[in-house]
């Protein structure tokens, strides 16, 4: 099982175009049918979908798939590229100009952060999502997956953030990285959190250790991306992933 | 007034985490009166940012007469004793700066239309910072449509126009950098979620598409900052920051 990061920049103007697009072919059904188009090819339906507020190279659309396999994958996709489905909304919706100028397109993994012992029930999490890469220093990934598990998805969740899902960037540039997906309820609680984390004397314990043990702080930096995440695609608590169903 | 003989100077400060507080008192208080020693000028304002493409972030704004008076003010200022002492005994065995984005930049034709009116006024709520860089084939064209179609639709919808500015030195042109503020961030959800689908604003893209090839400007960063209560901006960045809180 993996997951692919799918992260697309928007043709300008066009973003809103794309967010329907890709309802259009991976949610609704096809031609009034139940089936959308990546149902009839075994493509599975997007775990979270977003559109950026703010970050970089804005505007971006992005989702994440879960396969079972990369055979499966590399099975289903290429079916839907080449099928006549796809070249027709293809064209329809290109209207002369392509929607996306470019997209990046990684495969990534649950992190050993990611608690998901609050099971993956419940209603599906709006509001404003954050996303934060912490790209780490080589070797030095694991010290920053217990920062996050000890320390600052901890203080996230005291200040009214949701974990909804960590990973590593398995194959992607700038690795190691690890990608955190918060939801807030609104701009307001993620911003007061973010300043009471600027505050929290765990955080500089930690970096003072860190100097202490590995002679510099094992994250390089931390990007960071806001988003809103699309009606079709609310992610479900904890990606709707049970605490038991990832092999280690 | 302001015009396109000023030169501006942007300093986009990656903190490092938990050193925010020390930013702005460094900045803010401790190495303003080395600043003002050296010749440099105020800043028209400083900002923190926690949603960017890189967090946390500290941001402050020059406006100077001349680059060559700039050298020569930040020469005198990195040279003295004083300011190394002061930067060893805060930092503390940790930098508080990461890394720094400095730009150097000069007022975009597309700010002239959207100059305030009046006497200068602290400017708060949710400020943001964006980057737009601009097609080649007519970069002056890039800049005439969003003075006269783009901001004029985001003003329309409660964005105030702080500043907007070309890129001179420093980071790839051509290239617009401006600053807006807004009210709260839901009315700038709302403007930019019309502005997604307005009609037309698609219009003209789809017009540049056809005339250029592409459009006439690129997808870029944006930053949602907060403005410092010791250094808030005034309208239209007319003066140096002012104390509102």
Known sequence: ?????????????????????????????????????????????????????????????????????????????????????????????????????????????????????GGCEGEPIG????????????????????????????????????????????????????????????YETQQAAARRLELEPRVRERRRQWREELGDS??????????????????????????????? | MSGFDDYYELRIYRGTPGRMADLHHRFGFE???????????????????????FAPAYVYLHRWDSLDQRFEAFGKFYADPDWNAQRIASNAGEHMIDRADIMFLRPSPAWDAHRPEGEPEPVGGLHELCFLPLNTQDAAEGQRVFGEIDLPFLASRGAEVLGVFQVWFGWTTPQLVYFLAWDSFDARDAAMSAYQRDPDIGHQRLHERQTYGGPLHFAGDTMLLEPAHYGTPVSGLAGPAVKTG
Not at chain 1, 57 to 86: C, H, M, N
Not at chain 1, 129 to 146: L, N, S
Not at chain 1, 229 to 246: Q, R, S, W
């Open chain 1, 1 to 117: 099982m993996f997951f692919e990061y799918r992260w697309y920049e928007c043709a300008p103007g066009r973003l809103a175009e794309e967010i329907d697009r890709m309802e259009e072919v991976a949610i609704a059904g096809w031609k009034g049918g139940e089936e959308s188009v990546f149902d009839r090819y075994g493509i599975p339906r997007p775990i979270g979908a977003w559109s950026s507020v703010a970050g970089r190279r804005k505007p971006v659309f992005g989702y994440i798939l879960q396969w079972d396999s990369f055979a499966q994958r590399d099975t289903a996709f290429p079916a839907f590229w080449t099928g006549p489905e796809w070249a027709e909304v293809r064209e329809r919706t290109n209207a002369g100009f392509t929607l996306v100028d470019h997209f990046d397109n990684w495969v990534i993994g649950p992190n050993a952060a990611w608690d998901r012992s």
């Open chain 1, 218 to 248: 094992p994250i390089r930096h931390v990007e960071q991306t806001l988003l809103k995440p699309l009606d079709y695609g609310k992610p479900l608590p904890n990606f709707g992933l049970a605490a038991e169903g990832v092999a280690a």
């Open chain 1, 127 to 186: 509001g404003l999502h954050e996303m934060r890469i912490h790209h780490c220093m080589a070797g030095d990934g694991h010290h920053v997956t217990a920062y996050l598990a000890e320390i600052e998805h901890r203080q996230m969740e005291v200040m009214g953030g949701r974990v909804i899902g960590v990973f590593d960037v398995k194959i992607g540039p700038d690795i190691p990285a690890i990608i955190s997906f918060i939801g807030w309820p609104d």
């Open chain 2, 31 to 53: 190495a303003r009166p080395l600043f003002d020693k050296h010749g440099a000028t105020r800043p028209l304002g400083y900002w923190e940012g926690h949603a960017g493409p």
